[in-house]
């Protein structure tokens, strides 16, 4: 388990967005009989979203993600990622992680 902070900026000329919160991630690895590793994990995070726009003003916002996803460490090598987050961008993201030996 751990817990951060974020802090994100962003400028776009004439719209510049900030995001200042916190996060809380919770992971738990499970040794496989083939000899890998599933690890289940979580992270939850609570932000203030401040948006600032030449055309519409100034704007704060508490916003909530929820990211929840597994690691499956096939072996020392090889490992794929899973996971879904639910937040101002949905989605699900699928990877690979390669190492060398």
């Known amino acids: 388990m751990a817990i951060g902070g974020l802090f994100e900026w962003v400028d776009y000329?004439?719209?510049?967005?900030?995001?200042l919160g916190g996060l809380y991630v919770g992971s738990y690895p499970?040794?496989?009989?083939?000899?890998?590793?599933?690890?289940?994990?979580?992270?939850?995070?609570?932000?203030?979203e401040i948006l600032d726009s030449d055309l519409f003003g100034s704007e704060t916002n508490l916003e909530i993600g929820l990211n929840g996803g597994v690691y499956w460490a096939?072996?020392?090598?090889?490992?794929?990622?899973?996971?879904?987050?639910?937040?101002g961008n949905d989605g699900i993201f699928l990877g690979m992680d390669l190492s060398a030996l």
């Open 74 to 87: 096939v072996n020392s090598s090889l490992g794929f990622f899973g996971e879904f987050q639910i937040d």
């Open 30 to 48: 499970i040794k496989l009989d083939s000899g890998g590793t599933l690890t289940p994990y979580g992270r939850f995070n609570v932000r203030a």
């Open 13 to 19: 000329g004439g719209l510049s967005v900030i995001q």
